[in-house]
């Protein structure tokens, strides 16, 4: 005899920072299990500690947090959960950041940048993490930026899915804020039938952040709703001036939809005065009461991470989640 084989049957474990517990029980019960009880704390210093109480030794775990405000806090949080994961004898350790964090950090603007998405995929692996899963990353070639399987999960069905019970498409465009999100616009275009489709002309100073001035909408949005795509919005500046633009140009009504709903302040305010229709995001990150205003619709993301999950414990097709295809 030259091994020993053994037939103890995979364990899936759902670890949670604290940065967004309600949709870390959400993803619990879209998976019918129980969260991993685990202590966290921060010294009088802002030291984190973790321990998990129950063993994880051979397991699957995948180990969720939200990259909210303050951002470095729950990043290295989640840093030090997958320490102690790998040292306490965890199988596979899969990263799931709904909200990659420093994504839109991706590449250098100029000279003496750092490309600070690839850092935080550097230190996943050094840490000890096996696999990343995220949703809508800023741009799609930041999965090569961690050595290892990444799970990029997609949005769009969720929020086409709703957006379309809201609109006719017959009188419908699709609108890119920016000539950089044109690819983004096209798949939801199609999602519609083929409407047409539009962005908006704009220009942006690299060296001031969360600024950029619309100018012209290139495309025919007159006379009707027109649908504004997006991955994040963030203090809301872009979106507010770009569904001004819109309404500008003749479009009937404006429904802005992303994924992301960062919503740094002023964002609610500016969102709210903007003249859209709607605001539809998910909630990737924790959409507090200050957050909120009488526009926005949250869609739960829930679903979709415990229909991802399961496919990667069970070591089956994540892409078939999008095309029906394994």
């Known amino acids: 005899m030259t091994g020993i084989t053994t037939h103890g049957e ?26 991993l009880p685990t202590t966290a704390y ?11 109480n129950e063993s994880v030794r051979g397991s699957d775990v995948f180990v969720l947090q ?12 989640q840093l ?13 350790i899969t990263v ?3 909200f990659y964090p420093y994504a839109r ?30 949703v809508d990353l800023h741009a799609a070639q930041s999965q090569g930026f961690f050595d290892g399987p990444v799970d990029h999960l997609w949005a769009q069905p969720i929020l086409t ?12 465009s699709v609108v890119s804020p920016d000539a950089g999100r044109i690819r983004v616009a096209e798949m939801w275009a199609a999602k519609f039938g083929g409407v047409p489709l539009a962005f908006v002309h704009k220009t942006r100073d690299i060296s001031r952040p969360n600024q950029a001035v619309a100018n012209r909408v290139v495309g025919d949005v007159e006379g009707r709703t027109a649908v504004l795509v997006d991955d994040l919005i963030d203090t809301g500046g872009t979106i507010a001036e770009a569904v001004k633009v819109v309404l500008a140009a003749g479009a009937s009504d404006v429904i802005v939809a992303a994924t992301h709903g960062v919503l740094s ?31 926005l619709t949250v869609l739960p993301i829930a679903p979709l991470l415990g229909r991802a999950i399961r496919e990667v414990f069970d070591d089956g097709s994540v892409t078939s989640l999008f095309d029906g295809v394994a």
């Open 10 to 35: 995979k364990r899936l474990v759902l670890v949670s920072g604290r940065a967004h517990p309600e949709l870390a029980k959400d993803v619990a019960s879209e998976l019918d299990i129980e969260l």
């Open 42 to 52: 921060d010294f009088a210093n802002g030291e984190i500690y973790v321990r998990f």
């Open 66 to 77: 939200s990259h909210t405000t303050p951002i470095n806090q729950w990043l290295m949080e």
């Open 80 to 92: 030090i959960m997958v320490d102690a994961l790998k040292r306490a004898s965890a199988k596979r």
């Open 96 to 98: 799931v950041a709904p």
């Open 105 to 134: 950090q991706d590449k250098k603007h100029r000279g003496r940048e750092p490309i600070s998405a690839r850092l935080v995929a550097d230190l996943f692996k050094t840490a000890g993490a096996d696999r990343l899963m995220s």
């Open 161 to 172: 899915d709703y957006v379309r019970s809201r609109i006719d498409p017959a009188r419908t």
């Open 265 to 295: 302040d002023p964002a609610a305010q500016r969102l709210s005065e903007s003249g859209a229709r709607e605001v539809i995001v998910t909630d990737t990150l924790p959409i507090t009461a200050d957050k909120r205003f009488p526009e």
